[in-house]
């Protein structure tokens, strides 16, 4: 796998490592010293969206980020990518690592998982922080009601595998993500066309 370093900092030198839970293999990255804190990205995305919080919170905690299957450098089986299997995979990816009283940090659909490991397994988890989290209404973004409608969304799969695709997806992502989407760092907008050139990744996001 590609070592993509941190900033400086005391994550400048962070781990890269990978653990099989459910027979998939989930990437990770770890530095800091502290309690043990699991940092879980949202929809489309990787470790890599975590790369400007993990540095200052390592100063106090062992950071865990990790690519839920489907996304980043984890497996991407041909199988339903429903909320039960991301939530086990992650329960399963704290048991593994034996990761004890863990602060759950979770973006966007990753703050829904984080939610639903926190009502599962109560007695592992010491904190919770949820970061404009999914599940805690019933608005659904539009474009992502478009990518649902048939051949919708196919046919973008098909689109950003291309050069040009990926740079469209990277650049409309952004204009979701960010206020101000024209100062994205570039490693971020590298990271989102990679991802859209690996093999299963756009049939796992869609």
Not at 54 to 77: C, E, I, M, N
Not at 137 to 148: D, L
């Amino acid at each position: 796998m590609e070592a993509r370093p941190l900033s400086e900092s005391p994550y400048a030198e962070p781990q890269h490592g990978v653990v099989v839970v459910n027979g998939l293999r989930l990437h990770y990255v770890v530095g800091g010293d502290g309690p043990p804190a699991v940092l879980i990205h949202g929809e489309g995305a990787s470790v890599l969206d975590w790369e400007w919080v993990a540095p200052s919170l390592s100063s106090f905690l062992r950071v865990y980020t990790v690519d839920l299957p489907g996304h980043g450098d984890s497996d991407k089986p041909k199988a339903p990518y429903s909320a039960e299997l991301l939530t086990d995979s992650l329960i399963a990816f704290i048991d593994a690592l034996e990761l004890e009283r863990v602060v759950l940090v979770g973006h966007s659909l990753g703050g829904m998982l984080a939610a639903r490991v926190a009502r599962r397994v109560a007695d592992q988890v010491s904190a919770l922080c949820l970061i404009d989290s999914g599940g805690l209404g019933r608005y659904i973004n539009p474009s992502n009601v478009i990518e649902t409608l048939p051949g919708v969304g196919e046919v973008g799969q098909l689109v950003s595998r291309s050069p040009l695709g990926r740079l469209h997806r990277a650049l409309l992502r952004a204009a979701l993500l960010y206020a101000r989407w024209w100062r994205v760092q570039p490693a971020w907008l590298a990271e989102q066309q990679r991802l859209s050139s690996l093999m299963g990744f756009p049939e796992a996001n869609l």
